[in-house]
Each structure stands twice: as structure tokens, then as C-alpha cells.
């Protein structure tokens, strides 16, 4: 288990990641809701579930709220996916100050949830078709893997996605997931499970 001050500094580690190829992973904040619409505006990015498909910004500021908060509350969270804007031109510009000339690709992280009754991290990632093929769903679930000893230590990481999502899936497999069926209670969920590991170095 990690003292409280060892993992109030890993914290200020996850809030701005830049793995490689120019990506950036940061903390989510309200100004992102402009590019989340872009891509969850996107009737591509949700072909298994049209009905969660983002209408407007308002839609996409209430989206984004409690991931937000997440965010404030426990100092970690899915993160802004931001991309070399020549990956994807028409892209929305990132709005942070250190976002650069990066565009908004997607949302992608770990957040507390809790499956049973029992706490799980949840992996989360959805990127815009412009964007995919390049490895970075991949990364995104590297990088939590990575993050999740230090921020729920002892706590497994699960990806929940539609049975139907093979390319969801396999990402996870690469990534040493165990598929496990589907979610108990659930018809339409398929859960894929991490055990929790030991943290080594957040700077390795």
C-alpha cells in the first residue's frame, strides 16, 4: 500500500502524459466538451449504441461532468486524448495551454466503478474513427495498466464492453486481459479482467 504522499505525487505524474509520437493524455476539463462532440457527435463511434450518440454541446457537457469531477476528486480519471494535428486535420484544437498544435482524438483512462459490489477500475477508451489504426487504444490501455497500481493499489482493472466489439476486445487481450464472459447480471455486456499488480516505476 502506498502512503498518502508517495501517491499525491504520482497523481501530478497522470495528469499530463506524453508516451510517444506527439500523443498527449491529460486530465479532462470542461473546456474539452467542443471535442468530445466532434467525436461522440460521430454516428461511427457509436454503431453498436446510436442511441448514446452525442446531439449537441449541451449533451456533451453533461457527458463530461462527472468525469470531470472524477478528475477533481480523486486525481486521476479518463483522459483528453490529444493527436498531432496532421493525424487528423480537420480535428478540433486541444484548448489547454500546453495542448500544442494537437486536435481532440477521444476519451480513454481508468475510473473507480465497482462490479458486485466490489471495486474494480474501470478501462474506458473511444477515439475517432479519423484517428484509429495508429496503435493508440493500445496505448491508452498501456498507460493505464501502468497508473492503476499507483492510484487503487491491490484494485483489478476490467474493460466492459458489447459482446459484438471484437476489436475492443482483442485490445484488451494484447494487453493481458482475461475475457470472463459476460458482466454477471448483465445480457449485453462482456467483461475482460486485469488482476490488480504491484506498482514498479511510473517514470519506467
Known amino acids: 500500500m502506498l502512503d498518502d504522499d508517495t501517491r499525491r505525487a504520482h497523481e501530478g505524474i497522470w495528469r499530463h502524459l506524453e508516451p510517444r509520437d506527439g500523443v498527449l493524455l491529460r486530465d479532462l476539463v470542461p473546456d474539452d466538451a467542443g471535442g468530445v462532440l466532434s467525436v461522440h457527435g460521430d454516428e461511427r463511434v457509436y454503431t453498436l449504441d446510436p442511441h448514446e450518440r452525442h446531439l449537441d454541446l449541451a449533451h456533451s457537457r453533461r457527458f463530461i461532468a462527472p468525469m470531470v469531477e472524477h478528475w477533481q476528486r480523486h486525481g486521476f480519471g479518463y483522459w483528453t486524448v490529444l493527436v498531432p494535428g496532421h493525424w487528423w486535420p480537420e480535428g478540433v484544437p486541444g484548448p489547454g495551454p500546453h495542448d500544442g498544435a494537437r486536435v481532440h482524438a477521444g476519451l480513454g483512462g481508468v475510473a473507480t466503478h465497482a462490479i458486485q459490489g466490489v471495486p474494480v477500475l474501470?478501462?474506458?477508451?473511444?477515439?475517432?474513427?479519423?484517428?484509429?489504426?495508429?496503435?493508440?487504444?493500445?496505448?491508452?490501455?498501456?498507460?493505464?495498466?501502468?497508473?492503476?497500481?499507483?492510484?487503487?493499489?491491490?484494485?483489478?482493472?476490467?474493460?466492459?464492453?458489447?459482446?459484438?466489439?471484437?476489436?475492443?476486445?482483442?485490445?484488451?487481450?494484447?494487453?493481458?486481459?482475461?475475457?470472463?464472459?459476460?458482466?454477471?447480471?448483465?445480457?449485453?455486456m462482456q467483461l475482460l479482467r486485469l488482476s490488480a499488480a504491484p506498482p514498479s516505476s511510473a517514470k519506467d
Open 122 to 188: 474501470n478501462v474506458y477508451f473511444r477515439l475517432a474513427p479519423e484517428v484509429q489504426g495508429r496503435g493508440l487504444a493500445g496505448l491508452i490501455v498501456a498507460e493505464a495498466v501502468r497508473m492503476a497500481p499507483y492510484v487503487a493499489p491491490g484494485v483489478d482493472l476490467v474493460v466492459r464492453t458489447r459482446p459484438a466489439n471484437a476489436a475492443s476486445r482483442r485490445v484488451a487481450e494484447r494487453a493481458g486481459f482475461i475475457d470472463e464472459g459476460l458482466e454477471p447480471g448483465t445480457t449485453d
